[in-house]
């Protein structure tokens, strides 16, 4: 039931904040294909600093016996839960950002399960849309026991156009009272 409202909300939130976009990619189109065919008007990078980003996503969420056994981990069992994820990041160069996570799992405790900060580092790929990153941080449990927990992963982000993209990232948690735990997280960036 709860993933289920989770799945509405995001949804939702999706539908929300790309209507207004879709709606101004097609009253630019035929400026965009004139913009392009032109050697006046450059091609704007798909990365850019001074950039903010919300993310949309879906996590999977597991608890880990330590990172020797990182890759034993597998979704289909019954050990990790299910959620959501809503995020936003700043990148005051077209490398350097650092973002913001609020984690929300289907275990039937908080809505809020965690909350992440991270800096993170990207690496766009030329003009491919492709760019690999890698983040670490902090934040605060709040499910179950509160606690400080200190974070690192990595990810991959490909933008479709310079206001949306696909991502996909991993990071491995070290809270400070239970124990380690993996979160995998797929989703949409919608850049502003």
């Known amino acids: 039931m709860r993933l289920t409202k ?20 097609w009253d630019d189109s035929a400026n965009s294909a004139a913009a392009a065919s032109s050697y006046d008007h450059p091609r704007a990078p798909l990365f850019s600093a001074n950039e903010l980003s919300v993310d949309l996503s879906g996590t999977y969420f ?17 050990r990790g839960t299910w959620g959501g994820d809503v995020g936003i990041n700043y990148f005051f ?10 984690i ?3 275990n039937g405790g908080n809505f809020v399960d965690a909350v992440l900060g991270d800096l993170i580092f990207r690496l766009p ?20 026991i509160w606690q400080w927990v200190g974070q690192g992963g990595l990810g991959l982000e490909y933008r479709f156009t310079h206001r949306i993209g696909i991502f996909a990232d991993g990071r491995y948690l070290w809270p400070q009272h239970s ?3 993996l979160l995998l997280r797929a989703g949409i ?4």
């Not at 077209?94 to 996570?101: C, H, L, M, Q, T």
């Open 6 to 25: 989770i799945a509405a909300v995001t949804s939702s939130l999706l539908l929300t904040a790309a209507l207004p976009r879709t709606a101004q990619a």
């Open 62 to 78: 597991a608890p880990e016996r330590g990172l020797e056994h990182l890759f034993e981990t597998s979704i289909k069992g019954r």
């Open 93 to 102: 160069t077209r490398e350097i950002g650092v973002g913001a996570d609020a």
């Open 104 to 106: 929300m799992s289907d």
């Open 125 to 144: 790929i030329g003009d491919s849309g492709f760019a690999p990153y890698v983040f670490g941080g902090g934040g605060r449990t709040t499910d179950g």
């Open 179 to 181: 124990p380690d735990a």
């Open 189 to 192: 960036r919608i850049a502003f």
